[in-house]
């Protein structure tokens, strides 16, 4: 069973790769109903009920995945960004900090960080995890301008400073 496994993950990634995450989520859904704790299948499944934004559906593979390793940034990463567009923002937080606590200058969890804190109106506090973000990763710079979640704080003068 070991080595239907590992061609079904590659197979899954393989869809994946090519653009076809129904199809994958089939995959790993065949996993899952040979080993229900594969953490790999658990975190390639929630990540596409993410993308489907089946947020919900996508938290609770993420709490099966910590069940197993609490210390798995990844599924912290993904389940706060669930909860953020899900507008828990205080569970997303809680689950950057997770990640934080390990990685403290992870750039994508600080960026993520400061979306939440904006999204929760802590304008000066975002701005400033999302100038460090920034200071760790130069393309974060052009991501936020773009960024939904910034869109009512771009005229302000200090994002401008820290985004131009």
């Not at 496994?5 to 996993?31: C, F, H, M, W």
Request: glycine share 4%; proline share 2%.
């Amino acid at each position: 069973m070991e080595n239907n496994v590992e061609r079904l993950l590659e197979e899954g990634q393989t869809l994946l790769n090519l653009g076809n995450p129904k199809e994958a989520s089939v995959v790993y859904d065949k996993i899952l109903s040979q080993e229900p704790n594969n953490v790999e299948a658990l975190l390639k499944k929630g990540h596409i009920l993410g993308k489907l934004a089946r947020y919900q559906q996508a938290i609770i593979h993420y709490d099966k995945v910590l069940t197993q390793d609490n210390q798995n940034l990844l599924a912290w990463l993904n389940k706060g960004l669930s909860h953020h567009f899900e507008n828990e923002f205080q569970s997303a937080l809680d689950c950057y900090e997770k990640v934080l606590e390990s990685k403290p200058n992870n750039a994508t969890t600080l960026y993520n960080k400061a979306s939440t804190l904006v999204k929760m109106q802590n304008i000066k506090e975002g701005l400033i995890v999302l100038e460090k973000a920034i200071k760790l990763d130069f393309s974060i710079k052009a991501k936020a301008k773009q960024d939904l979640d910034f869109q009512e704080i771009k005229k302000l003068n200090e994002f401008k400073e820290i985004t131009e």
